[in-house]
Nanobody
Framework: VQLQASGGGLVQTGGSLRLSCAAS????????MGWFRQAPGKEREFVAA????????YYADSVKGRFTISRDNAKNTAYLQMNSLKPEDTAVYYC???????????????WGQGIQVTVSS
C-alpha cells in the first residue's frame, strides 16, 4: 500500500490542523493506520492509531483529548484532527499502515512521506 500524507503547515498556539493520509494499492480497509511524529533531535514517537474498522483507537497521553484519529474506508483516507495545538507538537508527522493495530513504529510496514507541522508560540 502506498501512503500520501497532506495537510501540514504553520499554525499558532491553540490553532487546529487536519492531516490526511490517502492510501492506494492494496485494500485500505484491511489495514490499521497510525500517526507518528519526530521532532528534531528526538526519536519517532507514537501519536495515534486506529483499527481497520475504526472501532478501536489509541492515543499518546500527550495528545489525548486534543487529537482525533479517524478514517473513511470508502475514500481510502485516514485523518488526524489536531486541536489546541502547542509548540511542543511541532514535528514531522508520518502516517503508517499495518495489518495489525499497534503503537510501536517498528511494527508498521508501510509509511507515507513526512509532513511538517509547526506550531508557533
Amino acid at each position: 500500500v502506498q501512503l500520501q500524507a497532506s495537510g501540514g503547515g504553520l499554525v499558532q498556539t491553540g490553532g487546529s490542523l487536519r492531516l490526511s493520509c490517502a492510501a492506494s494499492g492494496r485494500t485500505f480497509s484491511s489495514y490499521a493506520m497510525g500517526w507518528f511524529r519526530q521532532a528534531p533531535g528526538k526519536e519517532r514517537e507514537f501519536v495515534a492509531a486506529i483499527s481497520w474498522s475504526g472501532g478501536t483507537t489509541y492515543y499518546a497521553d500527550s495528545v489525548k483529548g486534543r487529537f482525533t484519529i479517524s478514517r473513511d474506508n470508502a475514500k481510502n483516507t485516514a485523518y488526524l484532527q489536531m486541536n489546541s495545538l502547542k509548540p511542543e507538537d511541532t514535528a514531522v508527522y508520518y502516517c503508517a499502515a499495518d495489518p495489525q493495530l499497534n503503537v510501536l513504529y517498528v511494527e508498521y510496514h508501510y509509511w507515507g512521506q513526512g509532513i511538517q507541522v509547526t506550531v508557533s508560540s
